[in-house]
């Protein structure tokens, strides 16, 4: 039994108050609060162990080689990756998308080639795909949304064919909170001979994630919404795909030559991390996959079902409020609403004076917005660190804003 | 900061003043902003470089029409040499709340829609 009070005690924003309440936190899709244990790996790096990674010989050099290399290797095993080869650090999950876009995209689309993608991703799976498909003359298709919020599966057999080459998909929606059948869907896609994306933003803070059991070609995914820090992200990749692909960016660690004639690349995974790394932010987030699994993801999960449950049976109560999406066995932590004819960011400015943090707007996902014919709408997003009694405050300011502006 | 939506503010959300269309106007612009999808179209009939009526027709959220509504009672009866003059401070004024950055934005709208159609910007 983990006691939700001492576990509160760790993250520091926790204690804060907002307009003199205490902060209720529920922001939690758009970045995680972060724990004492991770904010203490970053600041021992920059204390103790300062230097550049992979290039000198000196102790601090290897001492910051060796916690960058530890983490990667504990990011692996969080995702029950084959290999740490297979982890490619990147700032955040929509670089991680790009660098798939730009590498495998670009040198294996061809016209008539078909990327097939869904109506309810974040704009980081979108925007990407619509550049590269124009580049490439290869068609962007979409799986479109049923009004319960979740994607109309009975149209893949059409929209999945011979010439699909990637199906990328969510695995939990930031705004609908569905949760899509992963491992499904990776299979149809391999059936038709097609890669799988899985964009893994929302599920890999939220859920236990098995890239193998997935089965899934690449899983993308960012630190800062799961403890860790801002500008650390992840790629993973199958080993014989990552092994073909073109580097994403040029420049020093990356190589493994360079003459004036040209230059021959480095090994995986640092074929594709050019550059100085965000090496303390890396860190970071291997604290912060430390205290995750420490807590355990399938209490992690069981946790979020308890608080979204709770939430969509008291927020349901409130006079006009209307939540998007399914009901709370196929949701993760995210519930969107709207309040009546109320703007969404009246909504969050008068929970804001309660101290309570939600974010107003289309939440870098306007399709799923224009399906349902509304310009943006509210969002509460749960993590295991929130409490019922958030909830209930939650569902009180709520009936606040319809008092007053309803 | 219950202040925002202090009860002047509400009162002209719930009940906007000159909300709808003018017959035959004789300056009309049309605004949106696009981070949080507020849209105003302001109407303004003149006479003699006075500005005898005005309505505005939109949707966004509670600070952007309750600014229209204020906005829209305030300039009648002036010049339009007045009102290029007439500006952000006035119009923070009338509202009378602080106002952080982005929510700016919003209460600044209807005024981003007079400034254009006064000194006669076209339309996007």
């Known amino acids: 039994m983990i006691a939700i009070e001492t576990l509160r005690t760790e993250f520091p924003a926790l204690q804060r108050q907002v307009n003199s309440r205490p902060l209720a936190y529920l922001d939690n899709a758009a970045t995680s609060q972060k724990p004492l244990a991770v904010l203490q790996a970053m600041d021992d790096y920059y204390r103790l162990h300062n230097a550049n990674v992979h290039r000198g010989v000196h102790t601090l050099s290897e001492e910051a080689t060796a916690l960058y290399e530890g983490a990667r290797g504990r990011i692996a ?22 660098l798939v876009a730009y590498s495998w995209g670009l040198s294996t689309l061809r016209a008539g080639d078909e990327v097939l993608i869904t109506e309810m991703e974040h704009h980081a799976d979108i925007v990407p795909w619509q550049i590269i498909t124009e580049r490439t003359g290869a ?12 994607l109309r599966l009975d149209l893949l057999d059409t929209l999945l064919t011979e010439r699909t080459r990637l199906f990328a998909f969510t695995a939990m929606s930031n705004v609908l909170g569905t949760i899509n059948p992963v491992a499904e869907l990776v299979q149809r896609a391999h059936a038709v001979g097609a890669l799988a994306l899985v964009d893994g933003a929302q599920s890999v803070p939220h859920l ?12 993308v995914f960012s630190g800062h919404k799961m403890c860790g820090p801002t500008g650390s992200g992840v ?41 100085t790394p965000a090496i303390a932010e890396v860190i970071g987030l291997g604290a912060a996959v430390d205290y995750l699994s420490a807590l355990g993801m399938e209490w992690v999960r069981q946790r979020e079902h308890e608080l979204v449950r709770y939430a969509m049976q008291q927020l349901s109560q409130v006079e006009g409020l209307h939540i998007l999406g399914p009901g709370p066995e196929q949701r993760g932590g995210a519930v ?22 939600i974010r107003a707007g289309h939440h870098c996902a306007q399709p799923i917005h224009d399906f349902y014919g509304i310009p943006a709408s509210a969002r509460a997003s749960f993590y295991f660190y929130n409490t019922l009694e958030e909830i209930d405050r939650l569902a009180v300011a709520l009936t606040k804003v319809q008092t007053l502006l309803g | 900061m219950d202040s925002l939506y202090r009860e002047e503010i509400l009162d002209h959300y719930r009940h906007p003043r000159h909300r709808g269309h003018l017959a035959a106007p ?24 006075v500005v005898t009526d005005a309505a505005f027709d939109g949707r966004g959220c509670a600070i952007s029409q309750a600014s229209a509504s204020m906005m829209t009672d305030e300039i ?26 982005v929510r700016l934005k919003c209460a600044l709208l209807p ?11 076209d339309e996007e």
């Open chain 2, 111 to 121: 005024l981003k829609a007079l400034k254009a159609g006064v000194w006669g910007v």
């Open chain 1, 77 to 98: 095993r969080f995702i029950h990756a084959p290999s740490s080869k297979q982890v490619i650090f990147t700032r955040n999950a929509t670089e991680a998308v790009n």
């Open chain 1, 208 to 219: 236990p994630v098995d890239v193998q059991a997935l089965d899934c070609d690449f899983l």
């Open chain 1, 139 to 150: 068609t962007l298709r979409y799986v479109p949304l049923a009004p319960e919020g979740t």
């Open chain 2, 76 to 101: 009648i009866g002036k010049s339009l040499d007045e009102l290029k003059q007439w500006g952000k401070d006035d119009l923070l004024a009338l509202l009378g709340i602080e106002i952080g950055p």
């Open chain 1, 235 to 275: 790629l993973y990749g199958r080993r014989e795909l990552l092994e073909t692909m073109p580097p994403f960016m040029g420049g020093g660690d990356m190589i493994r030559e360079v003459r004036l004639s040209g230059s021959r690349w480095n090994s995986l995974p640092w074929k594709f991390e050019a550059g």
């Open chain 1, 336 to 357: 969107a609403f709207t309040l009546g004819d109320v703007h969404p960011h009246d909504i969050a400015a008068i929970l804001d004076a309660e101290g309570i943090a």
């Open chain 2, 26 to 49: 004789d300056i009309s612009h049309s605004d949106h902003n696009p981070f949080c999808g507020d849209e105003i179209t302001l109407e303004l009939k003149v006479e003699d470089g």
